[in-house]
Structures are given as C-alpha cells and as structure tokens.
C-alpha cells in the first residue's frame, strides 16, 4: 500500500537523483553517450531492413493474443520511411509520423535538459493549459487505431501491418 510517507520517501530519492543530473559535467557526459546511442540506433534500423533480419523482439502482445498494438510494424515502419519510402512506411504503421513527433518531442525534452539543466516542461505544461483536450485527443486516437486495425474486416485490414 502506498502511504504519504513513502511517497516522500521516493520524492527525496528522486530529487537526490535530480541533483546528480544537474551536474554540468554529468549533463555533458549523458549528452554524449544519448548522441551516441541515437545515432547507432537509427544506423541500425537504416542499415538492416527488419522485414528479413528482425533486429527487435517480437511483440509480446501479438505473442500472447494474436492482437496488433499500436505500435506493431513500427521499426519497418521507420526503416522505409529513412529509406524516403512513405507509402510503404504509412502500410507498415499509419501512425508512425504522429509517434516520430512523441519520440522527437522527448528527445527536445532530455536534450533541453541536458544542455540548459532548466526544466523543459514549461513550454508542455503551458501547451497543456490552453489545450485541455489535447491528451484526450490523442488517447481516443491511439485506442480508436489499436481496435480498428484488430477488426478483421476488408477496410479495417489495412490498417494491419
């Protein structure tokens, strides 16, 4: 059970940890090692095609019940559209420029971080007050997506990697 003491308890860890990374010198060297896994990251995902050598685990969720998640096909997804191959990108996963957007807004978020040592969810948190409904938005999208692309229906069926 979560008491209001061990919430405290886990604020003062993590503010020890906050501490650690706002060390100029702890910023540079995270700075460095994320610019290098980034960067060998999509070298990867360019240079091997997914679709004959998987280079990421199968997904547990199609695993276990034969379901796509919203996020099934996206590393072939990634690789045609590094390859400038978008229409092949968009039948892999038709999400995938909205989910670049989320990754390309977290990597702003800890390099923002890592170079300024300021807090870089200001400019969200005020994107977030004058738009409310903007969360809403995209979770109805991402599990409208996630159950439509399960239905086994001709038009539904394309929507399947």
């Known amino acids: 059970m979560i008491t209001i003491n061990s919430l405290r308890k886990l604020g003062k860890y993590f503010n020890k940890w906050l501490t650690f990374f706002s060390k100029p010198f702890i910023r540079f ?3 460095i090692l994320t610019s290098i896994i980034i960067f060998t990251a999509c070298s990867l995902v360019y240079k091997i095609d997914p679709s004959t050598t998987p280079i990421t685990p ?3 969720l199609r695993y276990f019940t034969g379901l796509y998640c919203p996020g099934c096909g996206m590393t072939r997804a990634l690789h045609a559209a590094l390859h400038l191959r978008f229409a092949e990108a968009f039948s892999y996963n ?4 909205l989910i670049i957007i989320f990754i390309s807004a977290s990597f702003y978020i800890w390099f923002f971080f890592l ?9 969200f948190n ?3 007050k004058k738009h409310s409904s903007a969360p809403y938005i995209v979770l109805i999208l991402l599990f ?6 399960n239905i086994p229906v001709y038009p539904f069926t394309l929507l399947a990697p």
């Open 29 to 31: 060297i995270m700075l």
């Open 58 to 60: 199968p997904c547990s």
């Open 94 to 97: 038709l999400l995938w420029p």
């Open 115 to 123: 170079i300024s040592g300021k807090n870089p969810f200001t400019p």
């Open 126 to 128: 005020n994107f977030f």
């Open 144 to 149: 409208s997506f996630w159950i439509l692309r």
